[in-house]
């Protein structure tokens, strides 16, 4: 394969490579462990003591609120097991959404299971979350409240602070998922009203492996992982070392440079979305476009089956997705997309192009100009749609 054009940005992202030199020395000569009070633990100790700083620093919280954690999964699972464990006495309800990640959604199945109820608020067609149906939704049992920051496969952006303004008016513990929002768009828990927020190190050109879970000072979670005393008594087990440096280094690359190539990066994707617009019939953009994150676009391609699509374009060295990564390789149509009301057939034509570092104007043109014979050719194998008018065929049953 000559070509490789990288559009999956939110399925992951390569380690930055100033990220990968900071990691190495504590994957070689500083092997140490941090928590042993000899000379080989200083070194270790000192350098996540560092790591914690710059990922505070990143997030706008003090030290003593973050929880370093193996992924964006495990910061959900603890925010919400871990709060709804913590305030079981007080009230047995939770509120999400319907579009959340399996590492949200999954941990809230979990609970109704052990007995916990949970309300799962719907979006309208653009992907977006109704703020009184939020606030209909509270009941004097709801002690926890957790709604995506961004959308992993729509990119849409739900207002936060807002959100989290209602959670503060009802007493209730708020909690974001923020995976695909850190490095892209800014945060600043200070400024969100949240009490939990997740963040994951490969989303955003750190190394896999490792995440972190801000918890506001005073919000109680009980610990999924019982071991030493690690993490304020939060999460047992011997840090990752490299990884938490690495967390560190990739919130330091970011925000030094996140205004500028955040910019770069929605210039290309308008730029993808107009070009694909105009050069192929029957495509729509799902999501609310003036709320999103700057580097993603969801894509329907009518009277095109999504993974032939994938598979063509994966021909031609061009990788992009459909659902969400987890989803993907299976045929289920996208619960995202489901609950914005997106017709089933179009469900399975859309494709999530997400954008990132290494992308450029060449990579983007090279995707406008082989698409729209992909799609034609895709398009041509069905019986619904009418190559020479370029028009679906409209059936009609009566
Ligand atoms: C919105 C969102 N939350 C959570 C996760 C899980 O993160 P991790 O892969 O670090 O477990 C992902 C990964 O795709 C995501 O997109």
Known sequence: MSKQIYFDHNATTPVDGEVFQAMKPFLTEQWGNPSSIHWAGRGPHKAIDEARDQICEFLGCSSVELVITSSGSEGDNLAIKGVAYAKKKKGNHIITTKVEHPAVLNPCKFLEREGFKVTYLGVDKDGMLDLDELRSAITPETTLITTMFAN?????????????????????TFHTDAVQSAGKIPINVADLNVDLLSISGHKLYGPKGVGALFVKRGVRIVPLIHGGHHERNRRGGTENVAGIVGLAKACEVAMRDMAGESARVAKLRDRLEKGLLEGIPALRINGKRDSRIPNTANVAFDFVEGESLLLSMDMLGIAAASGSACTSGSLESSHVLNAMGVKAE???????????RSNTEEEVDYLIKEMPSIVERIRGMSPLWDTKAQKGIELDFD
Do not use: D, M, Q
């Open 152 to 172: 992993n496969e729509t990119g849409v952006v739900f207002p936060i602070k807002e959100i989290g303004a209602i959670a503060r008016e009802h007493k209730i």
């Open 346 to 356: 179009l469900t399975h034509g859309s494709v999530r192009f997400s954008l990132g």
